[in-house]
C-alpha cells in the first residue's frame, strides 16, 4: 500500500522539479489510465456472479452511504459558515 | 458531466465484456490493473506538483475558511458512520473507505477494488458517482439551507474541476478560490484515508 503514496509523493516531487515544462498531456494518461481500470473493474464484476446478480441491493447500500456523507458534510459547513459569516454579521448589527 | 458518462460507459461495456466473456484471457489473475494503478498515482502526483497555480492562489484566501476542508472530511466521516448502522453486512470501516472516496469515484473505487474486493468497489463506484450527481443536481438547495459553503463540502473532491461551474453559479464567484483549494486538498486526502481504512 505505502508503495502507491510513495509512487504519488515522487510523481509530486518530480512534477514540481519539472515546474518550467508544462506537462499538460499528463491529465489525458490520467484520463486513459481511468478508463482503463473502470473498464477493468466492470470486466471483473461481469465475471463475478454473486455481484451480478446482488446489483440492486450494493446500488441501495450505495445510495445510503451518499446521503449519509453529504448530509454529514453540508452540516459540518454549516457549523463553519455559521462562525465565518453569520454571527460576524449579527454582532456587526449588535 | 459529459466526462462522468464516458467513465460511466467504460465500466458498464467492462461489464458486459464480463458477462458475456468477450475477453479470452483473465485480467482478475494478471497484475494488470496494479500496474496500471501505480502508473495512475505516479501522475496524478505529477500533475499537482507541475501545477504552480493552485498552490499560489491559496494565500488569497479567508483564514478561517482553511478549515473547510477538515469540516468536510470530518463530516462525511461522522455522516457515513451514522448510516454505517442500517447496513448491517458492511462493517464500520468498509463504510468509511467508501465514504473517503469524496466523489472521487475513479481512484477511491480503484483502490478498495484492489484491496478489498470487486464487490466493495463497486460500491465505492457507485456511492462516489451518486454524490457527485447530488451535488450537481442539489446545489440550490444545498445553499438555501446550509449555506454557500454546502456544495463545496458535498462535492468533496470533486470541487477543483467537475462541480466547480455550478458551485460558481450558485455559492458565487467569490467562493471559486476556496472551491479549488477545497478540492486540491480533500484530493489529496482520498489514497491515504481510503487505505487507512482498507488496512484497519
Known amino acids: ?94 | 458531466m459529459k466526462g462522468s458518462l464516458i467513465i460511466v460507459s467504460f465500466f458498464v461495456i467492462g461489464i458486459l465484456c464480463g458477462v458475456y466473456h468477450l475477453i479470452p484471457f483473465d485480467f482478475t489473475q494478471s497484475k494488470l490493473s496494479y500496474y496500471a494503478l501505480g502508473a495512475l498515482m505516479f501522475c496524478v502526483g505529477l500533475s499537482v506538483g507541475n501545477d504552480s497555480q493552485t498552490l499560489k492562489k491559496v494565500r488569497l484566501l479567508n483564514p478561517g475558511l482553511v478549515f473547510l476542508p477538515i469540516m468536510t472530511i470530518l463530516g462525511t466521516l461522522a455522516g457515513t458512520a451514522l448510516v454505517s448502522i442500517f447496513l448491517s453486512n458492511r462493517s464500520l470501516t468498509d463504510c468509511l473507505a467508501v465514504g473517503s472516496g469524496f466523489g472521487y469515484y475513479s481512484l477511491s473505487s480503484i483502490f478498495i477494488t484492489e484491496y478489498k474486493g470487486s464487490e466493495l468497489g463497486t460500491i465505492a463506484l457507485l456511492s462516489n458517482i451518486i454524490r457527485e450527481v447530488i451535488t450537481l443536481l442539489f446545489a440550490p438547495l444545498l445553499v438555501k439551507y446550509f449555506g454557500n459553503l454546502a456544495p463545496i463540502s458535498a462535492g468533496g473532491a470533486t470541487t477543483m474541476d467537475t462541480t466547480l461551474p455550478i458551485i460558481a453559479r450558485y455559492s458565487g464567484q467569490g467562493f471559486v478560490i476556496v472551491s479549488i483549494f477545497h478540492g486540491f486538498i480533500v484530493d489529496f486526502s482520498v489514497p491515504f484515508l481510503v487505505i487507512l481504512f482498507c488496512s484497519i
Open chain 1, 1 to 94: 500500500m505505502f508503495v502507491m503514496i510513495g509512487l504519488m509523493l515522487t510523481g509530486v516531487l518530480l512534477g514540481y522539479l519539472l515546474k518550467k515544462h508544462k506537462l499538460s498531456w499528463i491529465h489525458k494518461v490520467i484520463t486513459l489510465l481511468i478508463w482503463l481500470l473502470l473498464f477493468l473493474l466492470g470486466v471483473d464484476v461481469g465475471g463475478n456472479q454473486e455481484i451480478i446478480n446482488g446489483l440492486h441491493t450494493l446500488g441501495l447500500e450505495a445510495i445510503v452511504i451518499s446521503v449519509g456523507a453529504v448530509l454529514g458534510s453540508v452540516v459540518a459547513a454549516w457549523v463553519l459558515w455559521y462562525r465565518l459569516y453569520k454571527k460576524r454579521k449579527k454582532e456587526d448589527i449588535a
